[in-house]
Each structure stands twice: as C-alpha cells, then as structure tokens.
C-alpha cells in the first residue's frame, strides 16, 4: 500500500503577474531604460532592457536574461540548471557592469547617489530578480514479501528499510517562482596598476527572497529558493 507523505499537489501552475519581479512600492516606482553595454574581459557589446528606481537612498536595477541583446562577442558564458538552480554568467556580469556604469556616471540615470572612497564610507546597491523554486517529496512504500533483486546484483538495496518493511522514495517538484535581491557594498578603491581609483568588482553582501514561492500553499514543508 502507498502511503503519500504530503498532500496531493494541485493541477496547474499560479500565473506570474507582472508586478511579481520587481515588486511593486508605491515609495519607490520603477522606471524602465535601455543600454548599450561596452564590455571587456571578455570584449564584447550588448543592449539591455531593464527596470531602475532609487529606493532608501541607493540605487537598484531589475534585470532578466530575456531583456538582453548580445551584438558581438558575448557568446560562450558560463550556464548552469540544476532544479532550483538557474546561472547565468553573462546575466551576472553584465549586472555588475551596469550597477558600476552607473555609480561612476551618476547623471545617467538621475539621483544615483555619490560613491564614497573606501575607508571613508559605505555605499550599497542591489540587483532584483526573478528565481526559480522547488522541493523533494517522499513517499514509503509498505510491503509485505521479500524484496526481489536480480542474482547478479550484488550491491545493497537503496532506501529499504528490512525491519519495517518500507522502501522510500523522493521526487523533485517545482514550487514555481519568487523574487530575490542581491546586495552589493560599493566604494571607490584604488587601483595601482591603472593609477586611479576604481569601483569594480562590487563585493556581495549577500542575498534574500523578497517574497513567497508562489506555490509554497501546496506543501507542507518551506521551499527551496534559487536565490
């Protein structure tokens, strides 16, 4: 007999409004913008949607893969899936280029607050985005006989419990999407090869989900966040 360790998952996915990622602050309204990145290391070109706003005295930008626009150069980035997981290495760096584009022309996108020398103050700023969620689920089955295997298998049985007659299983489910923040720490550093000041690469404070998985009511148990 199979007993479900949680509850039937509901058919069906929740629609993503589109004031999930970025959320909505009727303080803090984001605008839109379009750019067009020069890149080095490795050199290349790309134009970027994004959404932008000054919220509590720094800047922080809104930007998804599917608002960037390679031109040249840009290919062979880094790409990892892995259940919640989604990397994107161009996504990332062309974040931090345009978080540092903007603090050192400050007129760009008006507001953007000065960058102070490290050691003399700390200026943060952040990136929005949106993530994927999932967990793992796990069933026992019960049974009654003997667990039969083939003669040439000579391992142990995985997840089979003799004592209690039970064999676990798990599965991976999705848990759908949430919104997530990175936080960065900005100051201008100086550079002794270049000779001048410079404020890239930013340091990561950390990251945090802003808001709930949007499927986290058909589980019992928190989701996991690609966050």
């Not at 848990?175 to 990561?204: H, S």
């Amino acid at each position: 007999m199979l007993r479900l360790i949680v509850p039937l998952l509901v058919a069906g996915t929740i629609a993503l409004s589109q004031t999930l990622c970025p959320p909505d602050d009727p303080n803090c309204p984001w605008q839109s913008y379009t750019v067009t990145l020069p890149l080095t290391d490795p050199d290349c070109f790309a134009t970027v949607q994004f959404k932008w706003r000054i919220c509590n005295g720094r800047l922080e930008i809104a930007v998804d893969e599917t608002g960037i626009t390679t031109i040249a150069g840009c290919e062979g980035w880094d790409r990892l899936e892995l259940y919640h997981y989604n990397y994107s290495g161009l996504l990332d760096y062309i974040t931090q280029a345009m978080l540092t584009r903007f603090h050192i022309n400050p007129n760009e996108l008006p507001g953007t607050p000065s960058v102070p020398r490290c050691g003399e103050g700390i200026l943060t700023t952040a990136s929005v985005y949106t993530a994927n969620c999932g967990i793992w689920l796990k069933c026992d089955y019960h049974y009654q006989g003997e667990v039969q295997r083939d003669c040439e298998y000579q391992g142990t049985d995985p997840n089979w419990d003799p004592v209690n007659k039970k064999v676990t299983t798990w599965k991976w489910f999705s848990c759908g999407k949430t919104c997530c923040m990175r936080e960065y720490e900005i100051c201008w550093r100086f550079d002794p090869i270049q000779g001048a000041y410079q404020i890239y690469p930013l340091k990561l404070l950390g990251k945090r989900r802003l808001i709930e998985c949007t499927e986290q009511s058909n589980f019992p148990r928190p989701c996991d966040s690609g966050c």
